[in-house]
Each structure stands twice: as structure tokens, then as C-alpha cells.
């Protein structure tokens, strides 16, 4: 079973920084794309990132500049490096990613990570 583990959340304060990192383990052939979404206290889940697994990255508007998406394939883990954080980043953080195991290619999530930002 794939098990996807986040990290890195916390309480920042206005401009200040974040790293979230989220680490899939278990039988895995390989990994296609993942990604990072967000969800706000009575807001829809939104895609932030994503980045495929050659590398191909894409950011929505609002964090473009300031968030950066990478990926170690070697550990099966994707990062989110969050910088110039303010009030409207605040949210919880899912990882998402696309694997391929011996039942084929799947789905999940991460469990999520709460990131504040407040002074």
C-alpha cells in the first residue's frame, strides 16, 4: 500500500518562508506527475502546482515568483518552497501524486499540512 506523508507546515509570519516536502513509500514502479493543492477554511480545493515526471512545472497565477515546485525521483518525494507567504496562502496543503504499482496506475493524497501565516 502507498502511503504519501507530508511535512513542513507551521506558522509564518507575513513575508516569511515555508518549505513542505510530501514522501510517497511503499511498492512503487514509478511515479508520473505530482502536485500541490490548497484549501482555505470554507473555500475549494485549489491546484497550486504541478510538475510532471520530467520536470515540467506549472504554478497558478496568484504564485507564480514566489512558490517553486521540485522533485527527487530517487526518493519519491515532491517539494514546495513558499517564500513572500501573506494572508492569502494560509490554507491546508495536499500533495497529490499519480503512481504505478502492480495494480497499475493510481491516485492519492497526502494527508494535508496546515500552513498559517499571521504576525
Known amino acids: 500500500q502507498v502511503q504519501l506523508v507530508e511535512s513542513g507546515g507551521g506558522l509564518v509570519q507575513p513575508g516569511g518562508s515555508l518549505r513542505l516536502s510530501c514522501a510517497a513509500s511503499?511498492?512503487?514502479?514509478?511515479?508520473?506527475?505530482m502536485a500541490w493543492y490548497r484549501q482555505a477554511p470554507g473555500k475549494q480545493r485549489e491546484l497550486v502546482a504541478t510538475?510532471?515526471?520530467?520536470?515540467?512545472?506549472k504554478y497558478e497565477d496568484s504564485v507564480k515568483g514566489r512558490f517553486a515546485i521540485s522533485r527527487d525521483n530517487y526518493k519519491n518525494t515532491v517539494y514546495l518552497q513558499m517564500n513572500s507567504l501573506n494572508a492569502e496562502d494560509a490554507a491546508v496543503y495536499y500533495c497529490?501524486?499519480?503512481?504505478?504499482?502492480?495494480?497499475?496506475?493510481?491516485?492519492?493524497w497526502g494527508q494535508g499540512t496546515q500552513v498559517t501565516v499571521s504576525s
Open positions: 497529490y501524486c499519480e503512481w504505478h504499482d502492480s495494480s497499475g496506475w493510481n491516485v492519492g
Open positions: 511503499g511498492s512503487i514502479f514509478s511515479i508520473g506527475n
Open positions: 510538475i510532471t515526471s520530467g520536470g515540467i512545472t
